[in-house]
């Protein structure tokens, strides 16, 4: 598909946009990670009940993404737009007047089934804005926002909650929401809904594998063949990298830290991510799974050191921007490798990537809280190891094609044909 004509400072401006959109969802996910103990002690409930509004936000997000995403496929882009924003700007200001654990829940809802749509809709958005040879690097820009969250958007909301009450940093979400709702008309242009899929075509003989197919059905094989393989990669990284971070705030107390210092070691980690931002950017289009394979070995070694260290204060603070810089590379890997991998529907392949993300995230979060339960914080760290190093080892046991001039580097890194 023809991207749509405008100048580069246009683009970026675009992009930004989209990027800023990206920023608000994970920034409003990921807050009450930050604010876990403020939140506990002002509710009067365990931690963990907390930490169950993540979960309850991300098996939303998991179970609706690909329905919704498939449900809206035919409206206008800008306006579907236009009404995740405005679901953010309302969920947002309903956590920020809730006073129960119910009324929590039910703002996260509303929040998670806005958020199962955006995703889809900024990548469709970013692949159909830029040049087909930039493809890796825009949709990279467009979801460092997600990095931007934890460099900025979660530690800020820590310290503005820590300081004069959590909900207030969730009543600036929604002005946020509410000045980006404002700005989608002015910035971004009018698209139409994604072109039809395809009929779908002959059913092949019984028994027949996709080598005796046509050329079609044999190409959607391999479609559906490297989603799934990506779909299970993201799952294995966000349930690893969930299962610490959803307590990253108990895990920085137990270290030693105060509740003020939270926040700024937040920064730390997330600052650290705008290395993985760059190192993510340059690599996305040119040796994409080179480059996934090696933040993947970078993020296990961060985890195995934090467990290594654990309750060492300066020994983990020192850890944390290894963390952070090799998980924020990741996500643009996670998108381009799924658009890359279905061409022609760029809206439903995000929603795959989406719902495997959130999925992860919600495991994270119910395992890490029994963990922390069973074995204490000090646990953790390790057992995020574990399904990291087995999504490391999917990257080194998937299928490379004997001719490697049948597939260049370029293609997605870990959907292989």
Known sequence: MAPVPGSGRRLRGRLLLLCGAVLLAVTGEMLPAGLLAVMADDLAVSRSAVAGVVSAYAVVVAVAAVPLTVLTARWPRRRLLLGCLVGFAVSNAAMASSSALPALIAARTLGGLTHAVLFSVVTGYATRLAPARLTGRAVSLVLAGGTVAFVLGVPLGTWLGSLLGWRTAFAALAVAAVLLVLATPLVLPVLPAPPAPDPPAPTRREGAGPAAAGPVEQRRYRVRSGLGVIAGFVLLIMLGHSTLYTYVSPVLLDAGLTQAGVGPALLLYGAAGLLGIWGAGRLADHRPRAGLTGFTAVLLLALVLLAAVAGRTW???????????????????????????????????????????????????????????????????????????????????????ADPSKQQETEAPVAGR
Do not use: E, K
């Open 315 to 401: 020994a983990t603070v020192l850890v944390l921007p290894l963390w952070g810089a090799a998980y924020a590379g990741m996500p643009g890997f996670f998108m381009s490798a799924a658009v890359r991998a279905s061409r022609t529907s760029p809206d439903t392949s995000a929603a795959v990537v989406n719902a495997a993300s959130n999925a992860g995230i919600a495991l994270g979060a119910f395992g890490g809280g029994q963990v922390i339960t069973r074995a204490g914080v000090d646990a953790l760290p390790l057992l995020a190891a574990v399904p990291v190093a087995l999504a490391l080892l999917v990257i080194a046991v998937r299928h490379r094609p």
